[in-house]
C-alpha cells in the first residue's frame, strides 16, 4: 500500500514546487524574491532586518475530524504547520491569519478550530491578526470546509539560520512528535478502511487510547524550544518534519553534495505507526511519508552537541541523536 495509490504523489509535488522555481525565474530582477521552496520565505525590510513568512493547512485530517467530531486540535494543528516552518530559520512569530472556507458557517465546530488556534498562537507567542471566513456553496459539500493558516515572523539577517556552515559528520539532533501530526493523511484513512477497525476502537497497542483519538492528537508546536536552543546554543540548521518524512526535509537544508543518515532505530516510534506499517505500508513508505516519531531535528557539529541538548532539556524537551551528515 502506498501514498499514491490514495491519491497523493509526492514526485508530482516536488516537481510541482520545481516548476513555480522556473516561473519566478522567468520573472528577472522585476520580481524580489529570495530561495523557494524552504520551510519559509525571507524579505528583507531594511535596518538590517527579514520578515519571515509561510503558509499551510492540515490536508485531509479534516476528513477523521468529522468522523470523529474532534475538531479543536485542528485549530492546533494549522498554526503549528506553519509556525514550526517558519522558526527554522531563526525568526520569532508576530502574527497568525487563518483562512476556513466552508458550505455554512457552523457556529460550534468551527468556534472549536478557532479555540485551539488560539491556544497555539499562545504556546508560540504570536497574535492572531485576523482571518477569512468564506461560506461558499455548491463549491464545498454540506458540511465540508477547508483551512489554511499564514504565519509571520521577524529576524536580525546576521541571525538567520540557512545551513550553509554544515559540514560532513556534523550531528542531527532530534525532538519527538506527537504522533503523525498532520501529514500522510490520505494513506492513513486508506489503512484504516482496510484494517476496518471502528474509530471508536481501542486496539491493545494504543494503550487503551481509541484509535479516533491516536490520529487525531494535534501537531507539537516546537516553537519556544526552537528558539531558545538556537540562541543558547550553535545551531547550524533545523528542519520541520512534515511531508516527505526525516530525509526529505532535513535533506531540505543540507548544502549540496552532503545528505543525512537518519538512524532509525535510535528513536522509539508511536504505536499508531505500527498500526499503519501493519495494514501493508512497506518501510521505504513509512520513512517517505510519515515522521516515525521525530516532529523537529536540529543540525550542530559534535562540539556544540552537549550544550544544544543541554538548552533543548532546560526548555523542556527530551533531544534524542538521530544521525549525521554524510556525503551524498
Same mark, same amino acid.
Given at each position: 500500500?502506498?501514498?499514491?495509490? *490514495?491519491?497523493?504523489?509526492?514526485? =508530482?509535488?516536488?516537481?510541482?514546487?520545481?516548476?513555480?522555481?522556473?516561473?519566478?525565474?522567468?520573472?528577472?530582477?522585476? @520580481?524580489?524574491? &529570495?530561495?523557494?521552496?524552504?520551510?519559509?520565505? @525571507?524579505?528583507?525590510?531594511?535596518? $538590517?532586518?527579514?520578515?519571515?513568512?509561510?503558509?499551510? $493547512?492540515?490536508?485531509?485530517?479534516?476528513?477523521?475530524?468529522?468522523?470523529?467530531?474532534?475538531?479543536?486540535?485542528?485549530?492546533?494543528?494549522?498554526?503549528?504547520?506553519? !509556525?514550526?516552518?517558519? !522558526?527554522?530559520?531563526?525568526?520569532?512569530?508576530?502574527? %497568525?491569519?487563518?483562512?476556513?472556507?466552508?458550505?455554512?458557517?457552523?457556529?460550534?465546530?468551527?468556534?472549536?478550530?478557532?479555540?485551539?488556534? @488560539?491556544?497555539?498562537?499562545?504556546?508560540?507567542?504570536?497574535?492572531?491578526?485576523?482571518?477569512?471566513? &468564506?461560506?461558499?456553496?455548491?463549491?464545498?459539500?454540506?458540511?465540508? %470546509?477547508?483551512? &489554511?493558516?499564514?504565519?509571520?515572523?521577524? #529576524?536580525?539577517?546576521?541571525?538567520? #539560520?540557512?545551513? =550553509?556552515?554544515?559540514?560532513? +559528520?556534523?550531528?542531527?539532533? $532530534?525532538?519527538?512528535?506527537?504522533?503523525?501530526?498532520?501529514?500522510?493523511?490520505?494513506?492513513?484513512?486508506?489503512?484504516?478502511?482496510?484494517?476496518?477497525?471502528?474509530?471508536?476502537?481501542?486496539?491493545?497497542?494504543?494503550? $487503551?487510547?481509541?484509535?479516533?483519538?491516536?490520529?487525531?492528537?494535534?501537531?507539537?508546536?516546537?516553537?519556544?524550544?526552537?528558539?531558545?536552543?538556537?540562541? *543558547?546554543?550553535?545551531?547550524?540548521?533545523?528542519?520541520?518534519?512534515?511531508?516527505?518524512?526525516?530525509? &526529505?526535509?532535513? +535533506?531540505?537544508?543540507?548544502?549540496?553534495?552532503?545528505?543525512?543518515?537518519? %538512524?532509525?532505530?535510535?528513536?522509539?516510534?508511536?504505536?499508531? %505507526?505500527? @498500526?499503519?506499517?501493519? *495494514?501493508?505500508?512497506?518501510?521505504?513508505?513509512? =520513512?517517505?511519508?510519515? +515522521?516515525?516519531?521525530?516532529?523537529?531535528?536540529?543540525?550542530?557539529?559534535?562540539?556544540?552537541?552537549?550544550?544544544?541538548?543541554?538548552?533543548?532539556?532546560?526548555?523542556?524537551?527530551?533531544?534524542?541523536?538521530?544521525?549525521?551528515?554524510?556525503?551524498?
Amino acid at each position: 500500500m502506498k501514498y499514491s495509490d *490514495a491519491g497523493v504523489d509526492i514526485d =508530482r509535488g516536488d516537481a510541482w514546487v520545481n516548476a513555480i522555481k522556473a516561473m519566478i525565474g522567468r520573472r528577472g530582477p522585476s @520580481l524580489p524574491r &529570495a530561495a523557494i521552496g524552504g520551510f519559509s520565505g @525571507l524579505c528583507g525590510i531594511g535596518g $538590517g532586518r527579514s520578515i519571515a513568512a509561510c503558509c499551510d $493547512g492540515v490536508g485531509t485530517k479534516l476528513a477523521l475530524a468529522e468522523a470523529t467530531g474532534i475538531y479543536r486540535g485542528l485549530g492546533q494543528d494549522l498554526v503549528a504547520m506553519s !509556525v514550526n516552518d517558519l !522558526v527554522t530559520c531563526g525568526a520569532s512569530p508576530l502574527f %497568525f491569519l487563518d483562512y476556513i472556507a466552508c458550505a455554512a458557517l457552523d457556529e460550534e465546530r468551527m468556534g472549536s478550530v478557532i479555540e485551539g488556534v @488560539l491556544d497555539a498562537c499562545v504556546e508560540s507567542r504570536c497574535a492572531l491578526l485576523g482571518g477569512e471566513t &468564506a461560506e461558499m456553496p455548491g463549491v464545498y459539500p454540506d458540511g465540508g %470546509f477547508d483551512l &489554511a493558516g499564514f504565519a509571520v515572523g521577524i #529576524i536580525d539577517d546576521e541571525d538567520v #539560520i540557512d545551513g =550553509r556552515d554544515i559540514q560532513l +559528520n556534523d550531528l542531527l539532533i $532530534g525532538l519527538p512528535s506527537s504522533g503523525l501530526h498532520s501529514n500522510g493523511y490520505s494513506l492513513v484513512r486508506r489503512v484504516l478502511e482496510s484494517l476496518g477497525a471502528p474509530l471508536g476502537s481501542r486496539p491493545e497497542r494504543l494503550g $487503551g487510547e481509541t484509535l479516533g483519538e491516536a490520529v487525531m492528537r494535534p501537531t507539537r508546536v516546537y516553537v519556544r524550544a526552537a528558539l531558545y536552543a538556537a540562541r *543558547a546554543a550553535h545551531v547550524k540548521g533545523m528542519a520541520h518534519i512534515t511531508g516527505g518524512g526525516l530525509e &526529505a526535509n532535513v +535533506n531540505r537544508v543540507i548544502p549540496g553534495g552532503m545528505a543525512c543518515e537518519i %538512524f532509525y532505530d535510535s528513536f522509539e516510534r508511536p504505536e499508531i %505507526f505500527s @498500526l499503519i506499517s501493519s *495494514a501493508g505500508v512497506d518501510e521505504a513508505e513509512m =520513512r517517505r511519508v510519515f +515522521n516515525l516519531g521525530i516532529g523537529y531535528v536540529f543540525i550542530t557539529d559534535d562540539a556544540s552537541s552537549d550544550s544544544l541538548c543541554g538548552a533543548l532539556r532546560d526548555a523542556g524537551e527530551m533531544p534524542l541523536f538521530v544521525g549525521r551528515v554524510v556525503r551524498r
